[in-house]
Structure formats: structure tokens, C-alpha cells
């Protein structure tokens, strides 16, 4: 009898998930004037969306627009463009620095010293040489770029989704930068650059060419050893030997100081002697002066009294006695001396133009760019 009133159960339970089943129907597909509709009421429609849409997105999307179609316009008139290779170069830059923000003090210490010329290829060379031996810079790359992965991730991006996002910036950004640089030697712009940097400021032009001593491998050594050794001396266990150890350290670094004079020296005989100055800048030179030696046109005053008075002493045609800066020793070779009276602006056009080129491009250039685009264009906007 119990099983009897189970399965009676059972049947009209299925029944009534039956009928329920049967009476229940679909949802109808919404209208498509409707954005967002919650239970039975309509919240949001589409045009109330397009128009808000329109209102604080519109307007923006617009200029943008209005600044990228100028810009193409003036790339075009300077036949100016941008590479797939550029942009890709871009984006694989902006990578490289944000990885550096998130790696070791260490790391970030080689940045800042290869940026500033300090120790220059000897730096680079024995941090790739410690980083193959201890795998620390290896290491700490990795660890770098697990680190920007994760900050990525939380919006929804890898290091590789965010480079095909940031292309078409990218290639904005790029395409900018160089129609600044395009403009910036056009030959009215230098003419005007000519008048205010030369004919309009008093004193001397000098044109001189500038080598950069990097630091001869053994005096790079004996740096490092008397860095070990200073570090390593306060745990010795006496104060003679440590006073023995912090005297080595001194002879050690006079030693290295010496080497780079010798090294300075010996540069300036070889440019005394006549050799091709751009040969002793690409083997001897540092940094930027392995290639961009030839400073071009300055005038005396705007230089440092260190350089600037080593110049006055000197002839046309002259190479300095080595000059000990903050940066290292520096070689000049004097080209040119004119007055104002007797510069032209031929005379300085290419070293202007040069100048011009390798000059970084600043935010407010950017700014004054769009500008006067949008001062030359007549644009009618239509926006409601």
C-alpha cells in the first residue's frame, strides 16, 4: 500500500511539472529600439544611448579625427611616412621601458648608466659578461616581465594584446614627431633659427668637433676592484688592514685615473699627427661621439668655461690637451672661428639641419603642431 501512494505521487508530480512545462513560454526577442529593458520595464532605448553617446564621445572621436587627417595631409605635402618596422620599433621600445620599470634596482642602475655615458660599452659589456655568468640579468628580466603580465591581466590584456592596441597610437604618435623634425628644417625655419642663434647673440662662432673618451678597459678594472676592496674592508678584521685595504683602494683608483689620461694622450697625438678624426671618434669615441662628433657651429659664450677656454687659446685647425669633465675626457678639434660680421648662413645650414634632426621632440611642439594644422585647415564641424 505505501509503494501504491509513492508511485500516485510520483505520477501527479510529473504531471505538474508537465503542465509547467507546457504553460511556460519563451521570452520574446527584445525591440530593437530597446537598449535595456529590467522585468517589464524598458530602462534604456537606442536612441537615447546613440544620443548619449554621441554627446560624450562624439565630440572627442571627431577632433581626433580632425587632427589625424591633418597630420596625414602634412606628412604628405613633406613626404613624410612611417614603416610597419618603425611602429613595430616603437611599440618593442615602449615594451623595453616598461619592463625596466618593473625589474631590480640593479637593472635599473645599468639603464641609468648607459643613458648617461658613464661607463659607457665597458659598463654594457661587463654586465653582459656578469649577466651570463651569474644569470641574474636573465633572471630578473623574467621575473620583470611575469610582474607586467600580471598588471596587465587585470584589464583584460597581455604585453602582446596591448601592442596591437597601442599600434595605431603608435603610429600617430611617430608620424607626429617626425613631421615636427620635417618642419623644423625646412629652409625658412633654419634661416629664422640662424638670425636668433648667431647674427642676434654677441660673441665668437666656433665650429668644433668633440670626442668623448670611453674608459680604457683596464682602468675599468681597476675601478671595480677597488670598489670590492672598499666594500669588503670594514669587515677586515683589524684597523691595520683595514687601513692597508682603504689605501690600496686609493693607489688602485689614482692607477685607473692615470690610465685614462695616458689613453687621453695618446688620442691627441694620434689627432696631432693628422689621422682622420672620424676614425679615432668611431674606434676611441664614447657613446653619442662615436658617430655624432661633429658638433657643427656654437657660439663661444653658450659653451663651458672649461671648454670655452680651452678654445680661446687655441688655432684653426688645432686638437686640444684632454679635457677632464664630469663625463670624462674630452678631445676638441677646432674647424672655424668667425665673427658675426663674417658668418653666412650657408656656412651653418647642415650643422643647424643636424641639430635640428637629433634634437628630442617635446610635448608642447606636439601641441603647436596640431595647432597651426587646424589654423590653416577650414574645418566645419556638424556635430548635434
Known amino acids: 500500500m ?5 508511485l500516485a505521487a510520483f505520477f501527479i508530480i510529473s504531471l505538474s511539472v508537465g503542465f ?5 513560454k519563451p521570452e520574446p526577442p527584445l525591440d530593437p529600439s530597446i537598449v535595456l529593458k529590467i522585468d517589464d520595464n524598458i530602462v534604456i532605448k537606442r536612441e537615447e544611448i546613440e544620443k548619449e553617446m554621441m554627446q560624450r564621445l562624439g565630440k572627442e572621436f571627431l577632433e581626433q ?16 611616412s612611417v614603416t610597419q618596422e618603425e611602429v613595430a620599433k616603437e611599440l618593442d621600445e615602449k615594451d623595453e621601458v616598461d619592463i625596466t620599470d618593473h625589474v631590480s634596482d640593479l637593472k635599473r642602475l645599468e639603464k641609468e648608466l648607459k643613458d648617461r655615458n658613464y661607463t659607457l660599452d665597458r659598463w654594457q659589456e661587463a654586465v ?12 630578473a628580466r ?14 583584460g590584456h597581455t604585453i602582446q594584446t596591448r601592442k596591437e592596441a597601442m599600434t595605431d597610437p603608435a603610429r600617430f604618435q611617430l608620424l607626429s614627431r617626425k613631421v615636427v623634425i620635417e618642419r623644423r628644417v625646412q629652409e625658412n625655419t ?45 669587515a677586515l678584521e683589524s684597523e691595520e688592514l683595514r687601513k692597508n685595504a682603504l689605501e690600496r683602494v686609493t693607489q688602485l683608483r689614482a692607477q685607473a685615473d692615470q690610465k685614462e689620461l695616458e689613453n687621453a694622450n695618446a688620442v691627441v697625438a694620434r689627432g696631432r699627427a693628422g689621422e682622420d678624426f672620424a676614425k679615432i671618434a668611431q674606434e676611441k669615441g664614447a657613446g653619442w661621439s662615436k658617430t655624432d662628433f ?62 635640428q634632426r637629433i634634437a628630442p621632440v617635446n610635448a608642447d611642439e606636439l601641441y603647436r603642431l596640431d595647432a597651426q594644422l587646424r589654423e590653416s585647415a577650414k574645418i566645419t564641424r556638424n556635430l548635434k
Do not use: H
Not at 579625427?65 to 613624410?80: D, G, Q
Not at 623574467?142 to 584589464?155: D, F, G, H, V
Open 2 to 6: 505505501r509503494l501504491y501512494y509513492i
Open 20 to 24: 509547467s512545462q507546457e504553460g511556460a
Open 65 to 80: 579625427r580632425i587632427s589625424e587627417i591633418l597630420l596625414e595631409r602634412e606628412a604628405k605635402r613633406l613626404a613624410v
Open 128 to 139: 653582459q659578461k656578469l649577466g651570463e655568468e651569474g644569470g641574474y640579468i636573465t633572471q
Open 142 to 155: 623574467k621575473e620583470a616581465t611575469a610582474n607586467l603580465e600580471r598588471e596587465l591581466s587585470r584589464y
Open 190 to 234: 633654419l634661416r629664422e633659427l640662424f638670425g636668433e642663434r648667431f647674427l642676434n647673440e654677441p660673441g665668437l662662432n666656433v665650429w668644433v668637433k668633440v670626442i668623448l673618451l670611453s674608459s680604457p678597459p683596464e682602468a675599468e678594472e681597476m675601478r671595480r676592484r677597488a670598489a670590492k676592496m672598499e666594500e669588503s674592508a670594514p
Open 294 to 355: 661633429d658638433i657643427g657651429w656654437l657660439k663661444l659664450n653658450k659653451l663651458s668655461d672649461q671648454i670655452a677656454a680651452a678654445l680661446e687659446k687655441m688655432k684653426v685647425g688645432e686638437t686640444s690637451e684632454p679635457i677632464k669633465t664630469p663625463w670624462g675626457y674630452q678631445i676638441i678639434y677646432l674647424c672655424a672661428k668667425k665673427s658675426n660680421d663674417e658668418l653666412k648662413y650657408e656656412d651653418v645650414k647642415d650643422s643647424l639641419a643636424a641639430q
